[in-house]
């Protein structure tokens, strides 16, 4: 699936992922290949983000955001500390 | 014949202005430069928000819609004026305000009241001698100062909503200069409640957390903050794009003034010598005969 992260004014992340653990409102979550439509706000805490072949995930400490995920595609736009 | 001190005085005044606009040119095509990035940088962001709000739109049909579909009766339009704070920038503040004037002209026609909220104190007094007493007309500021601007576009668009959904306005635009060149620049009026989405084609059962009416609540004044904060850095691109072209212009005719100034010198100065060589000789011719 592939993986898109925005701030205002810069693109933080942008290409495929086998996995990403989201800090969702309601409790972290993890979206994996085929999961449902969803749209969530996010609250404070890790977004990670694990590629292909990669063990280690590639993280950002956000402060809210929300995320969209439908087709295979996950968007977030987020606020990070500044 | 003109003074030698005074077209000195006139060349000196002329190359310290020319030094000036030259210099407020260089500064705005930096400045230029700094918003066009921040306006790229931020499109995508706006772009994928607008997507999900598009998402959130199909699915929701009640009362809140009125912020998606907008009111049959709009009686208060509210209009958020985008002009500069500082001159020297051309026609940049006049064709803002001249388009304001014909925009309140055809509201007042229609029986309708603007609440208009200035951003730059130009159009702000400019405005003010125009509109009725029916009328509110209200100055923000914060939007000059960089690290301000993302804090103040939010601030007016969370009192936007909330005067939107308290009935106090029925619809929000705002009025700016989109800078398509650096020559070409457009007023235009911007629609910015109702919420334009576009339309998507994902029909897909989609999950809402934690449900559809707190995304709306905290996504619509976000996405209008990012829209008022996108007009805001559209209108300082196409100011300092027109502060820009001014003092090139500025500089140039600086230029031809200069040239013209340094010729009418040198004319004058070689003019004041052959008279001087002339007297020389003559009295020189005078003694010999005597």
């Known amino acids: 699936m592939n993986a898109k992260i925005l701030k205002l ?3 933080l992340f942008n290409g495929e992922a086998v996995r990403i653990v989201v800090p969702a409102i309601e409790g972290e979550m993890c979206l994996l290949q085929n999961h449902i439509s969803i749209v ?3 609250k404070k805490g890790y977004l990670k983000v694990y590629r292909p072949m990669v063990e ?10 929300v995320c969209s995920f439908s087709d295979n595609s996950a968007i977030f736009i987020v606020e990070t500390a500044a | 014949m003109a003074n030698l001190k005074e077209l000195k005085n006139k060349i000196n005044v002329i190359n310290s202005t020319r030094k000036v606009t030259s210099a407020m040119k260089l500064v705005a095509g930096v400045k230029l430069r700094k918003a066009e990035q921040q306006t790229n940088a931020s499109r995508d962001y706006a772009t994928e928000l607008n ?3 598009a998402r959130l739109n199909q699915k929701f ?9 907008g009111r049959k009766n709009v009686q208060t339009e509210m209009l958020i004026v985008f002009s500069s704070d500082r001159g020297l920038c051309g026609n940049y503040n006049y064709l803002i305000t ?5 925009v309140i002209d055809d509201f007042h026609k229609d029986g309708k009241n603007v609440y208009i909220v200035c951003v730059g104190n130009k159009a702000f007094f400019q405005i003010k ?3 009725e007493k029916t009328d509110h007309i209200e100055l923000v500021d914060g939007f000059y100062n960089e690290k301000n601007i993302v804090e103040a576009s939010m601030l007016l668009a969370r009192k936007g909503v909330e005067y939107f959904q308290s009935n106090v306005i029925d619809k929000i635009s705002a009025v700016y200069t989109k800078s398509y060149s650096a020559i070409k620049r457009e007023v235009e009026l911007k629609k910015l409640i109702p919420i334009k989405c576009e339309p998507t084609n994902d029909k897909s059962e989609t999950i809402f957390e934690p449900n559809v009416d707190e995304i709306i609540d905290e996504l619509v004044p976000y996405n209008l903050g990012i829209q008022i904060y996108q007009t805001a850095l559209e209108s300082m691109t196409s100011e300092q794009s027109s502060r820009m072209t001014s003092m090139d212009n500025a500089t140039r005719n600086a230029d ?17 010598i052959t008279q001087e060589l002339t007297e020389v000789i003559s009295g020189a011719d005078a003694i010999a005969e005597g």
Do not use: C, M, W
């Open chain 2, 98 to 102: 001249d388009e304001v004037s014909q």
């Open chain 1, 56 to 65: 280690r995930p590639v993280s950002f400490a956000i402060e809210r955001g």
């Open chain 2, 51 to 53: 997507r999900i709000l």
């Open chain 1, 40 to 42: 969530t706000a996010l």
């Open chain 2, 129 to 131: 001698k125009i509109i």
């Open chain 1, 9 to 11: 004014g810069k693109e």
């Open chain 2, 61 to 69: 049909i009640d009362i809140k819609s009125e912020l998606f579909h």
């Open chain 2, 256 to 272: 031809s003034i200069l040239s013209e100034l340094r010729i009418t010198y040198n004319r004058t100065r070689q003019y004041r």
